[in-house]
């Protein structure tokens, strides 16, 4: 008894199924992977949200959670917001206009708290929409300033700790502005 000879047709038909049920079950163990919590922030010029990667950065992740929590984010201003570069804010002093030309510089620009470990991956780069902490030079020192990739900078790789990444909201990201108001920021677990 002879096999049956397979024709082009229904081996291409036959790999387009298996690559089907391929991806299915890559995306179920995907999903099945824990997100950490989303936080959302709100602005004077929209409200954008960003999942975390609590398994990448637990330590900054459960900082800046802490820090969200306790309202230490609400009523700041962005101290820094550059054009295709990032959008950053995090400094307490920020809420004192006339403290304006100290915002996000020196050591009281921060919660005075910092994380402690550097949580640098290679899998986590600086792309657009990735959200890291800043740091003044050592990525333990890293704090409050949160910085959020406005295009692609692989110049801030291996530099800072990329702890989450903007899910939804990213055209708020571009109309923000130096002074623009920080209403609040709150957590979704």
């Given amino acids: 008894m002879r096999c049956p000879r397979l024709t082009a047709e229904p081996a291409k038909t036959a790999e ?18 824990p997100l950490g919590p989303v936080i959302v922030v709100e602005t004077a010029k929209g409200t954008f949200e960003f999942e975390t990667y609590a398994n990448d950065a637990p330590k900054t992740v459960a900082h800046v959670v802490e820090l969200v929590k306790s309202g230490f984010y609400d009523g700041q201003r962005v101290h820094r917001a550059l054009p295709g570069f990032v959008v950053q804010w995090g400094d307490p002093r920020s809420r004192d206009e006339s403290l304006e030309a100290d915002w996000g510089r020196g050591a009281n620009a921060s919660s005075g708290k910092p994380v402690g470990a550097s949580e640098i991956s290679k899998k986590r780069l600086n792309t657009r929409g990735a959200v890291a902490l800043a740091h003044p030079g050592n990525p333990a020192l890293a704090d409050s ?12 790789n291996g530099r800072y700790t990329v702890f989450g990444r903007i899910t939804s909201g990213e055209e708020v990201l571009p109309r923000l502005e130096r002074g623009d108001l920080i209403r609040k920021m709150s957590v979704k677990e």
């Fill in 16 to 33: 387009k199924i298996l690559l089907c049920v391929l991806c299915v079950l890559c995306g179920c163990l995907l999903s099945a992977q």
């Fill in 145 to 156: 300033q949160i910085y959020v990739t406005l295009a692609d900078r692989p110049d801030l």
